[in-house]
């Protein structure tokens, strides 16, 4: 297919330059010394408008197939690799101790036990709310704020979070009429 384009000699120097380069990109490099500043931008900005380069940003780009065929050349082959048994090996070897510090670290990070559930500690303030909250007539805020000194907004952020989303535990409420709410887990 050939193409009614034509090039500038700079655009030319330019795509020519990128078409040497081992990642095939456009580089400072590749203008001429008298192009400087905003011309730089102007001659990238227009091989974008023709499809001869193409990128994310105007500086950071290389050029497509259009740019190989307007300077008469076929975009080079992927040099063919044979890997080498050793490397593949360590690799092999390397990826496998990387999963296993993954998964190590994901454990560590999730603070599970042997049941692969969430650790509670003994004598800590959650332990505490949650046996408030098992009694049969339950709890209600300020009485789960007297004991552990919190406030109440912590109190109902403990209930949302550690409580129903991390141990999956299921707390209901009721309120008697002229009463505070009381909650409790079911």
Not at 132 to 158: F, K, S, Y
Request: charged share 25%; hydrophobic share 40%.
């Amino acid at each position: 297919m050939t193409t009614s384009i034509t090039l500038t000699e700079t655009q030319r120097h330019i795509l020519e330059h990128a078409a040497e380069h081992p990642q095939h990109l456009v580089t400072n490099q590749a203008f001429p010394d008298h192009i400087k500043g905003g011309a730089r931008t102007k001659v990238i900005a227009s091989l974008f408008s023709k499809a001869l380069v193409s990128g994310v940003k105007i500086f950071d780009c290389f050029i497509t197939d259009a740019g190989y065929e307007v300077i008469g050349r076929s975009r080079p082959a992927p040099a063919a690799s044979h890997p080498d048994p050793e490397v593949e090996a360590a690799v092999a070897t390397s990826e496998a101790t990387w999963a296993q510090e993954k998964q190590e670290a994901a454990q560590r990070l999730l603070k599970t036990g042997v049941e692969g559930k969430p650790r509670l500690r003994d004598n800590s303030k959650q332990a505490t709310v949650i046996e408030m909250l098992q009694r049969p007539n339950g709890a209600t805020i300020n009485e789960i704020c007297e004991a552990t000194g919190w406030q109440a907004h912590t109190v109902r952020g403990t209930f949302a979070g550690a409580l129903k989303k991390k141990l999956g535990l299921n707390i209901t409420s009721f309120k008697d009429t002229g009463a505070s709410r009381v909650y409790r887990i079911v």
